[in-house]
Structure formats: C-alpha cells, structure tokens
C-alpha cells in the first residue's frame, strides 16, 4: 500500500513538472516573438524626422563632452565636402541640410546645458514696413567681435540615397577638434520622393539607377 501510494506521489509530480516546463516555454515563446515585433512597431520612418536624425548625432558628438557653463558655442552652417561653400543654385531633397543641421544643433546645445551663442543676432530689432526681426547676415548690424570658444560644424557628403554628415567640435583658438560625430541622413527627410533631380548640372529620373536624361530646349 505504501509503494502504491509513494507511486502515486511521484506520477503526480511528474505531471506537474511537465506541465510547468511546458508553461514556461510558452513565456519564452511569447517574449521572444514579441521582441522581434517591437523593431518593427518602433521603426520610425524618414519623412518629417529632421530632427530624430539630428538628435542621434548630437547625442554622439557630445558622447565625451560635459557641459561648462564658462564656454560658449556656435554652431555654423554645415557645407558640401568638395566645395566647402553652398551653392545656392543646387536643387534636390536635402538642399536644405546645412542650414537645418544648424538650427537643429543650435537646439541640441541648448538642451544639454551648454551655452550657444547666436553670431547672427543683430544689435538692434531691424524693423521694415511690415514685419521686423532680430537676426541677420550683413556684418554692418552685428557685433564686430563675437565672444566664441567653440564651433560646431562639419561637412555634408552626397550619395545615392541620401548624405554622409562628418560633425566637429573646434576649439576656435588653436583648432584642436574635440568632438566629432557621424550620420548617414536619408533622402526623404524632407521630400518623400522626386520625379527629377539636378546633379552637377544634369538631370536625373528618380529610378533605380539614375539614368542622365536632356531636353531639346522646345
């Protein structure tokens, strides 16, 4: 009667490390394919993301760098690497770069403690006709020496899908960079897609392999 009871006992127990065994490997199951699915809930997509790209970079280029309230920082427009100057006349969707890489850097600084320092603030509020503002580009309403220990800027480089953006931080005084960061930023930050696209003065369909394409001029 005892061995048929003692049996008994560890049938049961048997059964219930199966059924805990089995139950547990449901959790994993589920954790695991719920891990997999969150990438693709969470993906965010290029189109109106200027500033997810923006923060990613600034969140490397100020990786190693600890907020000094004594220093300042300008950060200056980001230009084409081969030029090193924009060109007013390039069109395509990422045009506009350079000068939202300021803006949105500009933003970033802040953000983090640091001190930024607007160089294109005039010295007075310039008022016209119908509207008035504050920033400007002619050196005759800004201040003649700007109190400035750091640059940020950096370099945009062209590709097929997008463009490379090299950040720097420069110590403005010997030139030592101190910082720098990189980004690939899409295409379709600004613009979804295009049918045309002007490159080093020809146009290109927007297709699989951009094929140069000329019109007769009628």
């Known amino acids: 009667m005892k061995n048929m ?54 969140n490397e280029l100020f990786a190693n760098t600890t907020a000094d309230r004594q220093y300042r920082y300008a950060v200056v427009g980001f230009v084409p690497v081969a030029s090193l100057e924009h060109n007013l006349s390039a069109q395509g969707p990422l045009m506009l770069l350079g000068h939202q890489l300021e803006q949105g850097l500009t933003t970033e600084v802040v953000r983090r403690g640091f001190i930024a320092q607007d160089y294109k603030v005039t010295n007075t509020i310039i008022m ?20 400035i220990d750091y640059y940020i800027t950096g370099t945009i480089t062209e590709q097929e899908k997008g463009a490379m953006v090299n950040a720097r931080i420069v110590n403005v005084r010997n030139k030592d960079v101190i910082a720098a960061a990189t980004k690939f930023f899409p295409a379709e930050l600004f613009w979804q897609s295009e049918q045309v696209t002007l490159r080093n003065g020809m146009l290109y369909r927007s297709v699989k392999t951009p094929t140069p394409y000329f019109t007769s001029g009628d």
């Open 5 to 58: 009871l003692q049996s008994a006992v560890n049938f049961i127990l048997a059964i219930l490390c199966v059924l805990i065994v089995i139950t547990l490997s449901g959790c994993v199951n589920t954790s695991y394919k719920g891990a997999r699915q969150i990438p693709d809930q969470n993906l965010p997509q290029a189109l109106g993301n200027a500033e997810l790209y923006t923060h990613q970079l600034a």
């Open 128 to 147: 016209s006709a119908d509207s008035e503002r504050a920033l400007s580009r002619n050196v005759e309403h800004l201040r003649s020496v700007q109190n």
